[in-house]
């Protein structure tokens, strides 16, 4: 009888070992696919965040060019010989639309977008990687949009303002304004409307620059975890 228990407990040890086993077996092979999964998913990333990067990079220094006439009216404000505004050399904007625009923000991210649509992102297992990633592609654009909403916002008002005081200043060519312009550059309205967009176009190349330094960072990250991920498989 003691034989048999013994029997009995041996042969359910080894049906639990077996099916401990095939379960840790199992395991490790979803483990090592999701591992696999995010090295692709990182790789992805990368490439968008790069371009990101990029498209940072180009779109402040088109606002500081767009943004020429603005800062010189507003440190000569009081001393301005209205030719000098009309000769002078700006962006792709005209002298007036270079004092009211705004410049919209799309940094890519259709990758991101995917990745996090199918649950890739998910996959991520280190914590701290992902916060960044959420802080890179959320948290940081929220405050850009935030930021371009505030622009346009401002736009509409100003635009009304000169639709109603100054419409003569409408039109790009501003050849035989000098008059009108000196108005415009006399008006003290106005010029709290440049300081307001000022500080609304230092603001939104301060988030972008700091967005530019999250994508480095970022782009580290993933470089260390990819390597160390690289030396785990080999």
């Known amino acids: 009888m003691k034989n048999l228990l013994a029997r009995g407990g041996i042969e359910f040890l ?12 199992d395991d490790y092979r ?11 998913t ?9 371009e990101a990067k990029t498209y940072g990079e180009v779109r402040v220094q088109r606002i500081e060019g767009e943004s020429k006439a603005l800062y010189y009216i507003i440190d000569n404000w009081g001393n301005i010989n209205p030719d000098s505004l009309i000769n002078m050399e700006l962006g792709r904007w005209d002298l007036i639309l270079s004092l009211k625009a705004y410049l919209a923000f799309h940094p890519p991210k259709a990758i991101y977008n995917s990745l996090s649509n199918d649950g ?3 996959l991520i297992s280190d914590p701290k990687l992902k916060k960044k990633i959420n802080q890179v592609f959320q948290v940081r654009m929220n405050h850009l949009i935030e930021g371009v909403n505030n622009q346009q916002y401002f736009y509409r008002i100003f ?3 000169i639709i109603k005081n100054h419409p003569l200043l409408l039109n790009p060519d501003l050849t035989g304004k000098q008059k009108e312009l000196d ?8 010029y709290g409307f440049l300081n307001e967009q000022k500080n609304l176009r230092d603001f939104i190349m301060g ?13 580290l990250t993933i ?6 991920d690289e030396t785990s498989l080999g």
């Open 14 to 25: 080894a049906v639990l070992l077996g099916i401990s086993g095939s379960l840790w077996v």
């Open 30 to 40: 979803i483990e090592l696919s999701n591992q696999k999964k995010t090295i692709i």
């Open 42 to 50: 990182l790789e992805s990333l990368k490439k968008e965040l790069i």
């Open 120 to 122: 890739s992102i998910g």
């Open 159 to 161: 635009n009304e303002y």
């Open 183 to 190: 108005s415009f550059l006399s008006d003290q309205t106005v």
């Open 207 to 219: 988030v972008i620059n700091v967005h530019l330094e999250e994508i480095e960072n970022l782009i």
């Open 223 to 228: 470089d260390n975890y990819l390597k160390k």
